[in-house]
């Protein structure tokens, strides 16, 4: 072999090995304690995984293979990316084929409060925190649309990025979706800022673990492990 060739080939390793690199890092599984699970996937905020990564793992503890990603990389796609994202979490080593759940933050949150809830053949439960909720003009349209149970958890003094996110949105939202004869359960802690969940930037440990335990009641009801 020449050293033409012999550096062609050593370079297409590395980039096959920076390449399948990203992916982990942009998609990260947390299996659960019996080997196989249903899949949750987890939609991050924009402070990125790293804030998310307590809570996928308790999440993984309840019996889910839970997958967690990059909300942020989702908002703008119309949904294309949430969906781009359940199929790459099916097709991950511990996953169970079938339904998934959706749990969201933030950014994240709004992706799968809003689109999500859309696909009752793919998903069987949402669950956002803190969602952003700004982008969501049409009320009635929300409400008509949303075809999954979705149960949402909101800070009472959310003022993030502009009133992104604010609990008063999601209470229009919720009379908008029971208006409709809808699911929406929604929770406003009213100390509780932005980003109050585990590992947050205002973690507030009574309404993250209130939070978290409503998010694990309705994976239950709606999407029990086994």
Request: net charge neutral.
């Amino acid at each position: 072999m020449t050293a033409g060739p012999r550096i062609t080939a050593a370079f297409i390793a590395v980039i096959a090995l920076l390449a399948y690199s990203g992916v982990l890092r942009a998609q990260q599984e947390f299996p659960p304690p019996q080997g196989k699970g249903r899949v949750v996937l987890v939609s991050s905020g924009v402070s990125g995984v790293e804030h998310y990564k307590e809570v996928s793992t308790e999440i993984a503890k309840l019996g889910y293979d839970t997958v967690l990603v990059d909300g942020s990389k989702e908002e703008g796609t119309r949904g294309a990316a949430v969906k781009a994202d359940i199929a790459k979490a099916l097709a991950m080593p511990h996953a169970m084929p079938g339904k998934v759940a959706l749990v969201g933050f933030s950014a994240g949150g709004g992706e799968v409060m809003y689109y999500g809830t859309q696909w009752p053949d793919q998903v069987a439960v949402v669950a956002a925190w803190f969602p952003a909720n700004s982008f969501i003009k049409d009320l009635q349209g929300f409400g008509n649309r949303l075809a999954v149970p979705l149960v949402v958890f909101a800070g009472g003094k959310d003022h993030y990025r502009k009133e992104c996110c604010t609990a008063d949105k999601d209470m229009a939202l919720a009379d908008a979706a029971r208006a409709a004869g809808k699911m929406f359960d929604l929770t406003v802690y009213p100390d509780a800022q932005h980003d109050f969940s585990k590992g947050g930037t205002n973690y507030n440990a009574k309404a993250s673990a209130d939070a978290f335990q409503k998010t694990a009641d309705a994976l239950m009801k709606y999407f029990p492990p086994n």
